[in-house]
């Protein structure tokens, strides 16, 4: 079992730039694939942001690509997105997840909102 809590989030205007981190406990977190996701206002479901696995093998929604970057560091059991050139439609709750043994574990989310 995992508990995960994340931060980092906030207001931002269009262009800028945010970093979420996702604080993981429990043990063997290095053997752990991570990800994040997000659930847009008026939406039902939470969409992929980004995943990273154990051996930090990477992938991003395209909507993403070029502009987010996943990353973990495994001795402080902490997984992180940075957000660059950050849109309007960026906005939304950002949720971290761990995968263990195909089921899933989620944070509290993080509200990020961006302003144009």
């Known amino acids: 079992q995992v508990q995960l809590v994340e931060s980092g989030g906030g207001l931002v205007q269009a262009g800028g730039s945010l970093r979420l981190s996702c604080s993981a406990s429990?043990?063997?977190?290095?053997?752990?694939?991570m990800g994040w996701y997000r659930q847009a206002p008026g939406k039902q479901q939470r969409e992929l942001v980004a995943?990273?696995?154990?051996?930090?093998?990477?992938n991003y929604a395209d909507s993403v690509k070029g502009r987010f970057t996943i990353s973990r560091d495994n001795p402080r059991n902490t997984v992180y997105l940075q957000m660059n050139s950050l849109k309007p439609e960026d906005t939304a709750v950002y949720y971290c997840?761990?995968?263990?043994?195909?089921?899933?574990?989620w944070g509290q989310g993080t509200q990020v909102t961006v302003s144009s």
């Open positions: 995943t990273i696995t154990s051996s930090l093998s990477t």
């Open positions: 997840n761990a995968r263990i043994f195909s089921k899933d574990y």
């Open positions: 429990g043990a063997a977190f290095r053997f752990i694939p």
